[in-house]
């Protein structure tokens, strides 16, 4: 909500929103009135607002002009009025810190991520975390995330390679489809991401597991492996998805699955490389 301290506009004046893929206004039955572009609308009616336009709120009120038609970002509010603003379509809350559930676009829709695995969410539900309760507000129109034609390259369609030197203490991390190359920055996470994919790669030797099967580690012994605590096992994630979704990759959050009520965790991709530095 936007507050504009003028005259000529009303308390509750217009409303602005975003449907299907485009910006609009709606006039409140405002008492001066809303134009676009120079004309006004007539009393509670809407329309379009597109990349360029103006919008004037009262006559000889206050102008403004969209200078940016991008969609909305998904946001989150706590009860103190707080803020937390999704990048990149990811949410995390109740910080990327301590990343207690994770909202992000799905093949079909939103879904809220916490430790006992993955759940539609449409956002009109409030989400307790610990003692806060949040109030999560989604983009209108969820129809699912945008395609690669539209983006990036898809994550599930490419190759994650892992270079890893032989006392293991550095690891390379690429993803790889044709000649299309990215590498990601050696970061904290990337042995975690090595790591669940040894599992996977072993899973797949087993010709007595389907691959639905394969690479699926309780989050208590993966911590274990790696000498570490949920808490920072959930930032690693966090910070995984991160760096595929700032490298332009489609479907950052599909680099770790988590399997519901089990609190099992894998790595997303099948198509796995490991080889030494």
């Known amino acids: 909500m936007v507050k504009i301290e003028h005259t000529a506009v009303s308390r509750e004046h217009a409303v602005i929103y975003w449907s299907e893929g485009l910006w609009g206004v709606k006039d409140l039955s ?76 799905g093949q079909e829709g939103w879904v809220c991520e916490t430790d006992a695995g ?25 129809q699912g995330r945008v395609t690669e034609d539209a983006a990036g390259p898809a994550l599930l369609t490419m190759q994650m390679q892992f270079r890893v030197s032989r006392d293991e203490e550095y690891v390379e991390v690429s993803l790889r489809r044709g000649r299309r190359l990215i590498e990601l920055q050696s970061r904290a996470f990337t042995y975690m991401l090595l790591t669940l994919a040894r599992i996977r790669l072993k899973d797949a030797l087993d010709g007595d597991l389907k691959s639905s099967e394969h690479g699926w580690v309780h989050q208590t ?47 997303g991709l099948a198509d796995l490389q490991v080889t030494g530095l």
Do not use: Y
């Open 30 to 105: 405002s008492r001066n009135g809303t134009s676009v572009n120079g004309k006004r609308l007539k009393s509670g009616d809407s329309t379009l607002v597109r990349l360029g336009d103006t919008m004037e709120f009262g006559d000889g009120g206050v102008t403004f002009r969209l200078i940016d038609a991008q969609p909305p970002d998904a946001f989150a509010l706590a009860p103190d009025g707080s803020e937390v603003v999704a990048v990149n379509d990811l949410l995390f809350l109740p910080d990327d810190g301590d990343p207690q559930a994770t909202i992000f676009m």
């Open 221 to 267: 012994d993966l911590g274990s492996m790696l000498a570490t605590d949920r808490q920072t096992l959930n930032v690693h994630v966090c910070r995984a998805r991160r760096q595929l979704s700032k490298n332009g990759v489609v479907g950052a959050a599909d680099v770790i699955e988590r399997r519901p009520g089990t609190g099992q965790l894998r790595i």
């Open 118 to 142: 993955t759940a539609p969410f449409d956002g009109r539900q409030t989400l307790a975390l610990g003692d806060t309760e949040w109030r999560v507000f989604l983009p209108a129109d969820n």
